[in-house]
């Protein structure tokens, strides 16, 4: 069952579509009949674990594999009929940094400019332009292996902006960088966004990346999207107003049929020895309920918060289990193939 989502972006035209698309390699199904729909503008988030198909997505939008089934049309362009068209229209960003550490910054962006076909006359200007977008306009001339991690995934972003396209593809765009970096690569993003008109499909398996950057999130399990809608959509999607943390200082295996018993709770997490995250329709009356119930039973309580819904409770919600849970998984061989020539349909 998934959220609405179009909220007021419903008006504006399309910047991408995708129509029951499927992925397969050989009998593993790595997409299944996903459907979504993108409007110009919107930041658009794929918010799953490592291994879920959000990856495999944008490689089938972006034209670098072929579509087993469905189609998607990206800035009015068949991927599978027109992939050229699309190519010129898009800025793609992957998750690796991939911009080459001993060339300078500017010839690192040159280089990409001369691959798009960008003018000579135009080149100057647009590397100038992205350079002050992302703030690298000081360091220039310096060699790309000297600049840090959130200054390398900044010049991987202005590379994808030097030939002006419209749609920005962005692969775990933050992935390995610092909370620091990480925030500053959000701000950067959302201006980019309003001063550059550009609508961006981003994956990402930050919860918070999600909730801050994106207009609406389309949450992804297992090759399937389960989910879609704003944040606040998807936040209300789940029965619950409101989420108490309590740890208790014993753990038993009773704890968690107690909390599930208490009138008003519509789920129960368990995080860990001990501690649990209660979704509940009314967050004081419960918290009430949680003292009561310990101090009947002599428990003690080393903690008790009453927080609002989060999208960690969203995505527990619609696939059952935390998105934490799932961050390091064994790939399964048939990812291999996704290396190999002459992928089969």
Known sequence: MSAPGNGSLAGRPAAMEVEHIV??????????????RVAEGEIFGLLGPNGAGKSTLIRMMTTLIPVTAGKAIVAGH?????????????????QALTSDPDLTVEEN????????????????????EVLEAVDLIKWRE????????????RLEIARGLVHDPRIFFLDEPTTGLDPVSRIAVWEMLNN????RKLTMLLTTHYMEEAD????????VDHGKLVALGTPTELKNSVAGANVVEVHFDRET????????????????????????????RSGSKTTMQIVELAASLGETLTSL???????????????????????VKPMMASWAMLQRPGDQR
């Not at 080149?123 to 100038?128: F, G, M, W, Y």
């Not at 801050?212 to 949450?219: N, W």
């Open 109 to 128: 962006l040159l280089i990409y400019a001369k691959l798009y076909s960008v003018p000579r006359a135009q080149r100057e200007k647009n590397i100038t």
């Open 142 to 153: 310096a060699p790309t292996k000297t600049l840090s991690g959130g200054m390398r995934r």
């Open 192 to 195: 980019l966004k309003a001063t």
């Open 212 to 219: 801050k950057l994106c207009d609406r999130i389309a949450i």
């Open 23 to 36: 992925k397969r390699y050989g009998d593993f199904e790595a997409v299944k009949d996903v459907s979504f």
């Open 78 to 94: 068949n991927v599978e009929v027109d992939p050229d068209d699309v190519r010129r229209r898009i800025g793609v960003i992957p």
């Open 305 to 327: 918060s009453v927080q609002n819904t989060t999208l960690d409770d969203v995505f527990v919600h619609y696939t059952g289990r935390q998105l934490r849970d799932e961050q």
């Open 253 to 280: 295996d009773e704890w968690k049929g107690r909390l599930e018993g208490l009138e008003g709770v519509t789920s129960v997490q368990p995080e860990s020895s001990g501690f649990y995250r209660v979704i509940t």
